[in-house]
């Protein structure tokens, strides 16, 4: 997150500060630039003008060639090339010098008496200035057209090589300035960004179970206030996360003392509806009925108050492992056998397969996913036991309709009874809360689907571990 901001903000600065630098310094070399050839431009054309103005009183009318011969040499310069041209007449202080000047420039020259153009020649910047001469023409009174043209084109090499100069200070300037805002950039983006360093670590505190976890708040700027905020924020979740915790706690404490308080006269009344069942056989038929009723609910509430006080355990984080060496398939038909499953249960259990594991506890698990399958499902049940990747695996399959889409997790929780998912309802809803409860103890998952073909597909994975 922070790289992503800080690359923002160097991008944001290096952008506004290219923008500002090139459109300043581009500006800047324009105008320089544009002032600099009209004054080139301005002073050329004045001076060839100034210099025509004094010659003229001098120049007769008609000039000869002799005539345009000093008009050409009075304004040569080192720089400059000079033509002069009346009707068939031609002057120039180089060959070729009337053909260089751009043929649109002549015609504005011959109309408006001035006329000035920039263009390139032979590579190199030149500026082309036209003057129409008019003569004093004796007996009238002031001057009047002669027809007499003078070309001036003077070479920009050194105006060029100034501007070129002046481009070079743009783009030094654009490059200090870019180099500038990066450094304020990666100033400003650490004053920035440390406060939101420590409330990204802050955040992950809380997230990791430090809710007492909180900011240091500095100044009164929008970043302290958020502080502010947060601090208020982790806070309150600090007491509601608190007080949740201590109302699932004593509810936690409750159900377990009522399972223990249950427990001394639930056994009592078990043994009692045990005597009672024994002696109802001799008695009428629905006082046999109700006698064995009475004597089943008691036997479903025994169930009830042991898984409660197993899951009690797991709650109070005082459950742990007796690990041993374990057969997989001899523990898998022990449990089968013990519950009175063995005929009703398919199974495929390779011989051979070893893994340290609590036996009470692994008999939990298949005894509560088989008779789940049992229970909720349809025959016949299977079980399958392998393994793989330093995994064994159990897989207890039913024929049932199977599990509704989206309850593959929900199955697993407390007092999830079976009508949400099959067609009929028995049990306590916490079996299959128990087993998966057993498998984290010893570092492994059980997982719903449903089964190819139809029906529930539950699958045990724990970790073989060192078997001796």
Not at 41 to 56: G, I, K, Y
Not at 441 to 468: D, K, M, N, Q
Request: glycine content about 8%.
């Amino acid at each position: 997150m922070t790289g992503g901001l800080r690359f923002r903000l160097l991008a944001a600065f290096g952008a506004l500060a290219l923008f500002t630098t090139v459109a300043t310094a581009g500006i800047g070399y324009l105008q320089a630039r544009r002032i600099m050839l009209t004054r080139v431009q301005n002073s050329t054309a004045v001076q060839v003008r100034a210099s025509l103005d004094r010659m003229a009183p001098q120049i007769p009318y008609p000039p000869d060639q002799a005539a345009l011969t000093a008009i050409t040499r009075a304004l040569d310069d080192r720089d400059t090339q000079v033509a002069a041209v009346f009707r068939d007449l031609r002057a120039e202080t180089a060959p070729g010098v009337l053909e260089r000047v751009p043929v649109e420039m002549r015609e504005r020259a011959t109309w408006r008496g001035l006329a000035f153009q920039r263009f390139e020649l032979a590579g190199t910047p030149h500026l082309a200035v036209g003057v129409s001469v008019d003569a004093w023409m004796s007996g009238e009174i002031g001057y009047r057209p002669s027809g007499l043209q003078v070309f001036v084109i003077k070479g920009l090499l050194a105006e060029e090589t100034d501007i070129e100069n002046m481009a070079d200070s743009a783009l030094r300037i654009v490059l200090v300035a870019l180099a500038l805002a990066v450094v304020l950039a990666l100033v400003a983006a650490r004053q920035v960004l440390r406060p939101v360093r420590e409330l990204d670590r802050t955040a992950r505190r809380m997230a990791g179970g430090d809710l007492r976890a909180r900011l240091d708040v500095r100044g009164s700027d929008e970043l302290a206030r958020l502080a502010g905020t947060f601090n208020e924020t982790a806070a309150a979740l600090e007491e509601t996360v608190t007080r949740l915790s201590d109302r699932e706690a004593a509810a936690r404490r409750f159900a377990a003392d009522v399972s223990h308080e249950l427990r001394t006269p639930v056994a009592a009344m078990t043994a009692v509806t045990e005597v009672l069942e024994e002696e109802a056989q001799n008695a009428s038929a629905d006082l046999a009925h109700a006698a064995r009723t009475v004597g089943e609910e008691t036997r479903n509430l025994a169930r009830l108050v042991d898984d409660l006080i197993e899951i009690s355990r797991f709650d109070a984080g005082v459950a742990a492992l007796t690990p041993d060496s374990v057969d997989v398939a001899e523990a898998v038909a022990g449990c089968l056998r013990a519950r009175g499953w063995t005929g009703r249960v398919e199974t495929d259990l390779p011989a051979g397969i070893r893994a340290r594991l609590d036996p009470r506890r692994f008999d939990v698990i298949i005894a509560n996913l088989v008779g789940n399958a049992a229970k909720h499902g349809a025959p016949p049940v299977e079980v399958r036991a392998s393994v793989s990747g330093g995994e064994i695996v159990v897989e207890v399959r039913d024929h049932g309709p199977g599990l509704p889409p989206g309850l593959d997790e929900e199955v697993f929780g407390r007092f999830v009874k079976a009508d949400a998912a099959r067609t009929r309802s028995e049990g306590s809803g916490l079996g299959l809360a128990i087993a998966l409860e057993n498998a984290r103890l010893h570092g492994g998952t059980i997982t719903a689907s449903g089964a190819e073909g139809g029906g529930a597909l539950f699958t045990v994975r724990l970790p073989v571990g060192e078997v001796t």
